[in-house]
């Protein structure tokens, strides 16, 4: 049996989405003077002694970031299946896993859900606007309910809950900033202006979009 890890042990950042509303990569369309996967690279790496993206479209090279990239475990394009090839490439129990279009989610943001791990195999927040599945601690144990899903052709995470033990976070101070949520993903070519008008205010007020080492997103 794996021995269980530290919460802080292992980041997988997905950025092999389809991008389908946006119509190009999402990963590297720029805000302020980083990619989007860059930025949430940015703080991962200052959290967690481990980083890897997962994506089958993407290289050091087009990221221009230095972490490890593996490719997704099956041909389907599914957040689910970044999340099981995360689980599955990892050398640790859990793996905390990030989407590399949520721009604006925090150091506080992530240590508000590893602080509530209490053993759970999924551990996620929950706002008024629903589960954040890809801001989310995830156990090995869930890789056979995930396989078992694809395999079934049910995609949606919720899927594998009744399978395994999950722990809600609900609202906390952590989830939001400047009024907004901080789990405020980048789909279509409106959410990326709202991102960069966002950011544009923040740069204004002297606060960064993205955390740097040693920085917080206040």
């Known amino acids: 049996?794996?021995?269980?890890?530290?919460?802080?042990?292992?980041?997988?950042?997905?950025?092999?989405?389809?991008?389908?509303r946006m119509g190009r990569d999402k990963a590297t369309l720029r805000l302020g003077e980083k990619s989007l996967v860059e930025g949430v690279y940015g703080l991962a790496k200052t959290l967690f002694k481990q980083v890897f993206v997962v994506s089958s479209c993407h290289s050091p090279m087009t990221t221009n970031i230095d972490a490890p990239?593996?490719?997704?475990?099956l041909p389907v394009k599914a957040p689910l299946v970044g999340i099981v090839s995360a689980l599955l490439h990892a050398q640790t129990s859990?793996?905390?896993?990030?989407?590399?279009?949520?721009?604006?989610?925090?150091?506080?943001?992530?240590y508000a859900v590893i602080q509530?791990?209490?053993?759970?195999?999924?551990v996620l927040p929950k706002t008024a606007q629903g589960f954040e599945p890809l801001h989310a601690l995830y156990s090995r144990s869930c890789i056979c309910h995930m396989l078992n899903s694809i395999e079934r052709g049910k995609l949606n995470i919720r899927n594998v809950f009744p399978y395994v033990c999950v722990k809600a976070v609900e609202s906390r101070p952590a989830f939001f900033a400047h009024g907004r949520s901080v789990f405020l993903n980048i789909n279509t070519e409106s959410e990326l202006q709202k991102a960069r008008?966002?950011?544009?205010?923040?740069?204004?007020d002297n606060e960064p979009a993205f955390v740097v080492a040693g920085?917080?997103?206040?």
């Open 94 to 110: 859990h793996v905390f896993v990030l989407a590399c279009d949520m721009p604006f989610v925090s150091e506080e943001s992530i």
């Open 1 to 20: 049996m794996l021995k269980v890890s530290n919460p802080l042990d292992t980041c997988a950042i997905l950025a092999g989405g389809l991008s389908g």
């Open 116 to 122: 509530s791990f209490e053993g759970e195999d999924i």
């Open 215 to 218: 920085g917080r997103f206040r």
């Open 197 to 204: 008008d966002l950011e544009t205010k923040l740069n204004d």
């Open 69 to 73: 990239i593996i490719g997704d475990l």
